[in-house]
C-alpha cells in the first residue's frame, strides 16, 4: 500500500557529495517522522539523521555539520544531502517512514536500502 523507493547512491572519492532521495507513494495520508539510516559492513543498522513533520531535524554526531536531512511534504519525498564524505561514511543507507495511511493505520515502512562508497 506504501513504498519507499531511494535513489542517489553510488562511488564518490573522500570529500565528495552525494544527495539521496526517498519517494514514498501509495496509500499516504501524512509522513511523521522520516529518517536515514546506514548499515556499514558488518556492523548494525545505525540512525544518521531524522525530521519530523514540522521540519525539526536530528543528526548522529558522525554527521553533524556534513549531512543535512530535508523534506518536501508535497511530493512526500525526503532528502539526505551528504557532504565532505568520508571512508567511514561507507555503507548501505535505508530510508524509514512513520505514515499514516489513508485507512488511519500509522506504519514504520522501510526503503529498500541503496549503497554509498566513498573510496579513492
Known amino acids: 500500500q506504501v513504498q519507499l523507493v531511494e535513489s542517489g547512491g553510488g562511488l564518490v572519492q573522500p570529500g565528495g557529495s552525494l544527495r539521496l532521495s526517498c519517494a514514498a507513494s501509495?496509500?499516504?495520508?501524512?509522513?511523521?517522522?522520516a529518517g536515514w539510516y546506514r548499515q556499514p559492513p558488518g556492523k548494525q543498522r545505525e540512525l544518521v539523521a531524522s525530521?519530523?513533520?514540522?521540519?525539526?531535524?536530528n543528526y548522529a554526531d558522525s554527521v553533524k555539520g556534513r549531512f543535512t536531512i530535508s523534506r518536501d511534504n508535497a511530493k512526500n519525498t525526503v532528502y539526505l544531502q551528504m557532504n565532505s564524505l568520508k571512508p567511514e561514511d561507507t555503507a548501505v543507507y535505508y530510508c524509514?517512514?512513520?505514515?499514516?495511511?489513508?485507512?488511519?493505520?500509522?506504519?514504520?515502512?522501510w526503503g529498500q536500502g541503496t549503497q554509498v562508497t566513498v573510496s579513492s
Open positions: 524509514n517512514c512513520n505514515v499514516v495511511r489513508t485507512d488511519w493505520v500509522t506504519v514504520n515502512y
Open positions: 525530521i519530523i513533520s514540522g521540519g525539526t531535524t
Open positions: 501509495g496509500s499516504i495520508f501524512r509522513i511523521n517522522v
